[in-house]
């Protein structure tokens, strides 16, 4: 069974913090994708992420594939209000087969 | 272009029934997955379809099947609900490949 584990599970700063989220398994995906997701609704996609080392740029938000393609950050510099949510990663193993993460849970304090 | 839809929001089942619950993907999508999300578990591959055929399934018992139509819209069903199928169940279309859009859910609770 693939497992993609979080961390940190919970996470409740203060705006204008910074914060990194690690997505870590012992298998290797082809693809790895970072959602949101906020109450009453479903997750919504931040970004892929396909080749080892990547590194992708969204804003305020920082994406990094391992180099071997097992584990990926999410770092997020000066966070608002507006970032609170359920932040997913999610691997790809077949088709549109998505094991996801176990979840980290921000909250941004005005 | 309108989202993938999901019907109903909401649903309270008793045990033993059954229940099923549509998703209608966006236009042209021709792939749709469904997923279970509940807190314990988080959220759980159960199967997709495109073009009317299962291509892939996830590891749940033979109670939870799907099936889809030619105009892509799908169907879960759940026979034989117990306590632990409450959960939200999400839907995903997508063209066949690539980027998968999620739908807002079915809220199902069993007593």
């Known amino acids: 069974t693939q497992l993609l584990e979080q961390s940190p599970q919970f996470l409740s700063i203060q705006e204008g913090e910074n914060l990194t989220v690690y997505c870590n398994s012992s298998?290797?995906?082809?693809?790895l994708q970072w959602y949101r997701q906020e109450p009453g609704e479903g997750p919504v996609l931040l970004v892929t992420?396909?080749?080892?080392?990547e590194v992708k740029k969204l804003k305020r938000l920082t994406f990094q594939f391992g180099d071997a393609r097992k584990d990926s950050s999410l770092h997020i510099t000066a966070a608002q209000p507006g970032d609170t949510g359920l932040y997913l990663c999610?691997?790809?193993?077949?088709?549109?087969?998505?094991?996801f993460g176990t979840g980290t849970r921000l909250l941004v304090s005005p | 272009k309108a989202g993938v839809t999901q019907t109903p929001r909401y649903l309270i089942k008793t045990r033993g029934q059954q229940v099923t619950l549509s998703c209608s993907p966006i236009?042209?999508?021709?792939?749709v997955s469904w997923y279970q999300q509940t807190p314990g578990q988080g959220l759980q591959f159960l199967f997709e379809y495109f073009s009317e055929t299962q291509r892939n399934k996830g590891n749940f018992p033979g109670r939870f099947s799907g099936r889809q139509f030619s105009n892509s819209r799908s169907e879960m069903n759940v026979s034989t609900l117990e306590l632990g199928d409450s959960a939200l169940y999400l839907c995903?279309?997508?063209?066949?490949?690539?980027?998968?859009?999620f739908g807002p859910g079915t809220r199902l609770t069993v007593l």
């Open positions: 995903a279309s997508s063209p066949g490949q690539g980027e998968q859009f």
């Open positions: 992420v396909v080749t080892g080392g």
């Open positions: 298998s290797v995906f082809s693809s």
């Open positions: 236009s042209g999508h021709r792939s």
């Open positions: 999610a691997g790809e193993t077949g088709f549109q087969k998505l094991v």
